[in-house]
T-cell receptor, first 115, second 109 residues
Framework: DAGVIQSPRHEVTEMGQEVTLRCKPI?????LFWYRQTMMRGLELLIY????????DSGMPEDRFSAKMPNASFSTLKIQPSEPRDSAVYFC?????????????FGEGSRLTVL | QKEVEQNSGPLSVPEGAIASLNCTYS??????FFWYRQYSGKSPELIMS????GDKEDGRFTAQLNKASQYVSLLIRDSQPSDSATYLC?????????FGTGTSLTVIP
């Protein structure tokens, strides 16, 4: 069974450019999470979806960040325009929680560098 | 505010010793608790989950939970160099997972 799949694995871009990160959750999972990890702040929850619906986006740092989940097998996190302080590793994770909290499975991450 | 606190370390133990990792959390409605291991440059992977007070053992790993004290710990017995990694404590509150900043563990051969 394939795990959570993220792309691209690495992205280097210049300040002001648009960045789109992609995620395919584990088939059948009903929750999808986007996290950002930096040395200073650790893993920060940006947004999460339940059955493709955004539930809590209070962790999204600014209006420059947006996320969508058009169907159960695909989600995107977009940064427009990007800034150097957005440089981090962005993780997508999914879980199945039919009767309570489930375990969280992470993708390999997308390492973003904004110059 | 939902906070998960860990000692960032680094924690160094000799091979074969017991490594003890600690975590406290601030939100009393926290429902379940997890320990993730993250190797450098890799994604976090789940190693233990615990839902009720007491101890839970899985091989060389033991998770301990004390909800009254809002405290969860991870013991690693017979530590191996391959256990060298960052260990993340995670708390689940109504389907949201909150993470500590992690404790870096080095097992010295």
């Amino acid at each position: 069974d394939a795990g959570v799949i993220q792309s691209p694995r690495h992205e280097v871009t210049e300040m002001g450019q648009e960045v789109t990160l992609r995620c395919k959750p584990i088939s059948g999972h009903d929750y999808l999470f986007w996290y950002r990890q930096t040395m200073m702040r650790g893993l920060e929850l940006l947004i999460y979806f339940n059955n493709n619906v955004p539930i809590d986006d209070s962790g999204m740092p600014e209006d420059r960040f947006s996320a969508k989940m058009p169907n159960a097998s695909f989600s995107t996190l977009k940064i427009q325009p990007s800034e150097p302080r957005d440089s981090a590793v962005y993780f997508c994770a999914s879980s199945l929680a039919r009767q309570g909290p489930g375990e969280l499975f992470f993708g390999e991450g997308s390492r973003l560098t904004v110059l | 505010q939902k906070e998960v606190e860990q000692n960032s370390g680094p924690l160094s133990v000799p091979e074969g010793a017991i490594a003890s990792l600690n975590c406290t959390y601030s939100d009393r409605v926290s429902q379940s608790f997890f320990w993730y291991r993250q190797y450098s440059g890799k994604s976090p992977e789940l190693i233990m989950s615990i839902y009720s007070n007491g101890d839970k053992e899985d091989g060389r790993f033991t998770a301990q939970l004390n909800k009254a004290s809002q405290y969860v710990s991870l013991l690693i017995r017979d530590s191996q160099p391959s256990d060298s990694a960052t260990y993340l404590c995670a708390v689940n509150i109504v389907h949201q997972f909150y993470f500590g900043t992690g404790t870096s563990l080095t097992v010295i051969p």
